[in-house]
């Protein structure tokens, strides 16, 4: 069975950092993009960033400089730092195993982790 448990959200003040984690079942990390989601409230989930097995990556327009997605194969781990936090990076952050750097998810969703950005 997939899994996939994320980890790292809290309440951050505008400018700060945060870490989130990923672990994820090694069956479908091992040989699958993954990738970072998030869904605010009232909007639709929306990607975030994506990482191939490789280490290519992308990333939606409004965390570019901001976020940075990476990948640990030997831990099955994917993480996304972000950095300069706005209030508007406000959501539920979701993981998931994915093809063409997240444009299509592979496995059913988490639990999430909530990122809150407030002062």
């Known amino acids: 069975q997939v899994q996939l448990v994320e980890s790292g959200g809290g309440l951050v003040q505008p400018g700060g950092t945060l870490r989130l984690s990923c672990a994820a079942s090694?069956?479908?990390?091992?040989?699958?993009?993954m990738a970072w989601y998030r869904q605010a409230p009232g909007k639709q989930r929306e990607l975030v960033a994506g990482i191939s097995t490789g280490g290519s990556t992308k990333y939606a327009d409004s965390v570019k400089g901001r976020f940075t997605i990476s990948r640990d194969n030997a831990k099955n781990t994917v993480y996304l730092q972000m950095n300069s936090l706005k209030p508007e990076d406000t959501a539920v952050y979701y993981c998931n195993a994915a093809l063409g750097l997240g444009s299509l998810t592979l496995a059913s969703w988490g639990q999430g982790t909530q990122v809150t950005v407030s002062s």
């Open positions: 090694r069956s479908i990390f091992s040989r699958n993009d």
